[in-house]
C-alpha cells in the first residue's frame, strides 16, 4: 500500500514545477505536462518514488545506522529541525560546512570542543576565568553550537544524505558523491537528477511540499526505530550462543561487521587542565572559515 496518496500530493503543491525556460532536460522523464509556461511533475511516477525512499530508509534506521538531513533554504529549515529532531536523527538547516563528509574528523574535533567548553563551564576552574575569557568561550560555544550542535551525535560518517534541493545543496551533493554515501533527494524540474541515488520529484521550493515528504521519510525511519527495538528485544530474550573460531593464524583473523546491531562508542573525556583552558582561548575559530563557506571550490573539499 502507498505511504502517500495522489489527493495529498496535489494539495500540497508538489506537481508544480518551475518555469519551462528554466527546466533540466533530464527531468524529462518525471514531467506530465506542460501548462501556462510551467512544468507540471508526474505525481504518479512521484509516489512509487517515495515510497521507495521511504522504504529503504526504513531498512537503514532498522539497521542502526544515521541519516544526514540537509535543508538550508528558508521555507525548510525549521520543517526539518522539527520532524528530524523528533526521529533523533542529525541534520543541518543552518549552512553546510565544507569538508563536513571528506573531512570528517575536522569536524569531529570542532563538536568535541563543544562537549570540552560545556564541561569547562561545570567545573570550579571557571569561577577563576577573567569576565572577558568567559565571554570568549561562550562565544565560541555559541558559533560551534550554530553550525554543528544538530549533528553533535553524529560520531561517525553517515549511511545515506537526505537532501531538500540539489541545487542549493551542490556541495554536500558533490561530497556524498565522492565517499559513495548514497544520496536521497527532492529534485524539482531545474535541477539535475544524474548521481542522485533515490530521486523524488517534487517542488522543493513550497512549505507544504516539503512538509509532506519530509514527515513521510520520518515516519519511514520511526517504523524502522520500532522495528530495532523490537528485534533487540527478542535477542534479549533468546539464548546467546557461544562464539568461536575453528581456524588459527592470520586468515583466522576476521572482521565482522553486523549492519543491524552497531553500538556507537562513547569517546574518551579529556582532563580539564591549565594547558586545555588555555588552547581554549588561544583557538577561537577551530573550524576555519574557508570550511564554513558556501562558495568552496574543488580543492578545498578534496579528500584529505
Not at 514545477?17 to 528554466?22: C, F, I, P, S, Y
Amino acid at each position: 500500500m502507498p505511504r502517500t496518496e495522489f489527493k495529498q500530493l496535489l494539495d500540497a503543491g508538489v506537481h508544480f514545477g518551475h518555469l519551462k525556460r528554466k527546466w533540466n532536460p533530464a527531468m524529462a522523464p518525471y514531467i506530465f505536462m506542460e501548462k501556462n509556461g510551467i512544468h507540471i511533475i508526474d505525481l504518479q511516477k512521484t509516489i512509487v518514488k517515495i515510497d521507495e525512499a521511504a522504504e529503504a530508509l526504513k531498512q537503514i534506521s532498522r539497521s542502526g545506522r544515521k541519516v544526514l538531513f540537509v535543508a538550508t533554504k528558508k521555507q525548510a529549515k525549521s520543517i526539518v529541525a522539527e520532524k528530524v529532531s523528533a526521529v533523533n536523527m542529525p541534520y543541518v538547516a543552518e549552512r553546510w560546512p565544507g569538508g563536513m563528509l571528506t573531512n570528517f574528523p575536522t569536524i569531529r574535533k570542532a563538536v568535541k570542543k563543544m562537549s570540552t567548553i560545556d564541561k569547562l563551564i561545570k567545573d570550579s576552574a571557571w569561577d577563576n576565568l577573567s569576565k572577558r575569557e568567559k565571554l570568549q568561550i561562550t562565544r565560541q560555544r555559541a558559533k560551534l553550537e550554530k553550525v554543528l550542535g544538530s549533528i553533535v551525535d553524529l560520531t561517525r560518517l553517515p549511511a545515506a544524505l537526505f537532501i531538500v534541493d540539489v541545487l542549493k545543496e551542490k556541495i554536500a551533493v558533490r561530497e556524498a558523491q565522492r565517499l559513495s554515501i548514497p544520496i536521497f533527494a527532492m529534485v524539482d524540474t531545474n535541477s539535475n537528477p544524474e548521481g542522485i541515488d533515490f530521486v523524488i520529484p517534487a517542488n522543493d521550493d513550497a512549505s507544504q511540499s516539503i512538509d509532506l515528504i519530509i514527515s513521510t521519510m520520518c515516519e519511514a525511519i520511526k517504523d524502522g526505530l520500532s522495528d530495532r527495538k523490537v528485534e533487540r528485544e527478542k535477542d534479549e530474550t533468546a539464548d546467546e550462543k557461544p562464539f568461536t573460531l575453528k581456524k588459527t593464524g592470520r586468515k583466522a583473523v576476521v572482521k565482522i561487521i553486523v549492519e543491524d546491531d552497531i553500538d556507537e562508542a562513547e569517546e574518551k573525556e579529556e582532563e580539564l587542565s591549565e594547558e586545555k583552558i588555555a588552547d581554549l582561548l588561544a583557538d577561537e575559530d577551530l573550524l576555519d572559515e574557508d570550511l564554513l563557506d558556501e562558495d568552496l571550490d574543488e580543492d578545498v573539499i578534496d579528500v584529505k
